[in-house]
């Protein structure tokens, strides 16, 4: 855009001050090239409403969309765990425990002549729990999870192979 095409819009458009557009109005008035770009440019900004904007298809609005999706798909996961840390994380806990155990041997009094006793824990007979009913019931039960097992074991190592 030339000089005075600028000097024009900003006078159309009102964005000049008093002094500028009075210098502006003399120069479209003795002026012919400037009161025939003023002419033009008002033709245009008169017919500017008229226009109707165009709009690409929908079809077209949905393919860009799904290459952009596909393309933030498409990106790798950035993160990476650092090692470091980790085993830092893995020495504080195994040297804290070292320290408990630590404390622990120092402050126990190994002179003390008390043996461990072990409480007695009476257990009823397990003869009374394991009639014909629920003998069946547990085998019933075992064959259920052995065939969950199989029907696993059959799906992940022969129909993937296929």
């Given at each position: 855009?030339?000089?005075?095409?600028?000097?024009?819009?900003?006078?159309?458009?009102?964005?000049?001050t008093?002094?500028?557009?009075k210098?502006?109005?003399?120069?479209?008035?003795n002026?012919?090239?400037?009161?025939?770009?003023?002419?033009?440019?008002?033709?245009?900004?008169?017919?500017?409403?008229?226009?109707?904007?165009e709009?690409?298809?929908?079809?077209?609005?949905?393919?860009?969309?799904?290459?952009?999706r596909?393309e933030?798909?498409?990106?790798?996961?950035?993160?990476?765990?650092?090692?470091?840390?980790?085993?830092?994380?893995?020495?504080?806990?195994?040297?804290?425990?070292?320290?408990?155990l630590?404390?622990?041997?120092?402050?126990?009094?190994?002179?003390?002549p008390?043996?461990?006793?072990?409480?007695?824990i009476?257990?009823?007979?397990?003869?009374?729990?394991?009639?014909?009913?629920?003998?069946?019931?547990?085998l019933?039960?075992?064959?259920?999870?052995?065939?969950?097992?199989?029907?696993?074991?059959?799906?992940?190592?022969?129909?993937?192979?296929?």
């Amino acid at each position: 855009m030339n000089e005075i095409e600028e000097h024009l819009w900003n006078y159309i458009d009102g964005f000049c001050t008093e002094d500028e557009r009075k210098t502006i109005e003399t120069l479209i008035e003795n002026n012919a090239n400037y009161r025939n770009k003023y002419a033009e440019l008002k033709a245009f900004e008169a017919n500017m409403p008229a226009l109707d904007l165009e709009e690409p298809s929908m079809g077209f609005t949905f393919k860009v969309m799904e290459n952009i999706r596909a393309e933030h798909a498409r990106v790798p996961l950035k993160t990476r765990i650092n090692t470091s840390i980790v085993r830092a994380i893995g020495a504080f806990f195994i040297c804290t425990i070292l320290v408990l155990l630590g404390f622990v041997f120092v402050n126990v009094d190994w002179s003390a002549p008390s043996p461990v006793h072990l409480p007695e824990i009476k257990i009823p007979p397990v003869t009374n729990y394991l009639n014909p009913v629920v003998i069946k019931g547990f085998l019933f039960f075992d064959v259920v999870l052995g065939m969950f097992f199989l029907d696993y074991y059959f799906r992940k190592f022969f129909i993937r192979q296929k």
